[in-house]
């Protein structure tokens, strides 16, 4: 499958500061990037879809001025968790995939994730 | 709005018995997939169900897709202790290439 690759993989910050993940799609040019969230042992929570070259659409809930997503590419999307709490502590994940041939879309890639730890 | 709900969420099995986990949507899904993720891992594609009935078989797990396109089941014979991990089913919402993903099923298989 394409490899999607996101940097850092683990951070540590202090509350307050701004904290960028980078998520990158290495052998293909991904339609649409998506931000995800994930709680110990628990489920996926999207957090936002991204695509390129425009405004990302935030989920119900998820405040757009506190993760602010930048999609310039179509292999690389960014996430900024603006003034970190100790609350925005957690693993995110990304994702990307693409439109197939039949105009629908394919399988999610997933990055590896970043543990995110505010202090 | 549209959940995936996903039982059980934890299963417990000796090495060489059967498992299943089901999934079930509130709303007709375009198509339903299953991903594994493995513990400190990132989830891993495994299928993707789109027709009706549909059932498809990948060495020792099967997957089904309901007729009515709103329950799924991923079915895993003679377990390993690779198989180890959590599933995740997620219904997609068409047009807009979304995943709403079930709960999970957290696997332990003893050896």
């Known amino acids: 499958g394409a490899v999607v690759s996101q940097h850092p993989s683990r951070v540590i910050c202090k509350s307050g500061t701004s904290v960028k993940i980078e998520c990158r799609s290495l052998?293909?040019?991904?339609?649409?990037m998506f931000w995800y969230r994930q709680f110990p042992k628990k489920s996926l929570m999207l957090m936002a879809t991204?695509?390129?070259?425009?405004?990302?659409?935030?989920e119900q809930g998820v405040e757009k001025d506190k993760f602010l997503i930048n999609h310039a590419s179509l292999t690389l999307s960014t996430l900024t968790v603006t003034s970190a709490h100790p609350e925005d502590s957690s693993f995110y994940i990304c994702?990307?995939?693409?439109?197939?041939?039949?105009?629908?879309?394919?399988?999610?890639?997933f990055g590896p994730g970043t543990r995110l730890t505010v202090l | 709005g549209q959940q995936v709900m996903q039982i059980p969420q934890y299963q417990h099995v000796q090495e060489g018995e059967d498992f299943t986990t089901y999934c079930n949507s509130s709303?007709?899904?375009?198509?339903i997939q299953w991903y594994k993720q493995r513990p400190g891992g990132h989830p891993v594609f495994l299928i993707q169900?789109?027709?009706?009935?549909e059932v498809k078989k990948q060495k020792r797990l099967t997957f089904q897709f309901g007729e009515a396109k709103k329950n799924s089941s991923l079915h895993i014979t003679a377990t390993q202790t690779t198989d180890v991990g959590t599933y995740f089913c997620?219904?997609?919402?068409?047009?807009?290439?979304?995943?709403?993903f079930g709960q999970g099923t957290t696997l332990q298989v003893k050896p």
């Open positions: 991204s695509n390129e070259g425009s405004k990302a659409t935030y």
């Open positions: 169900l789109v027709k009706s009935g």
């Open positions: 052998d293909f040019q991904a339609t649409t």
């Open positions: 994702s990307a995939s693409d439109l197939g041939s039949s105009g629908s879309y394919n399988e999610q890639f």
């Open positions: 997620a219904g997609l919402r068409s047009n807009t290439g979304k995943l709403i």
């Open positions: 709303t007709t899904l375009s198509n």
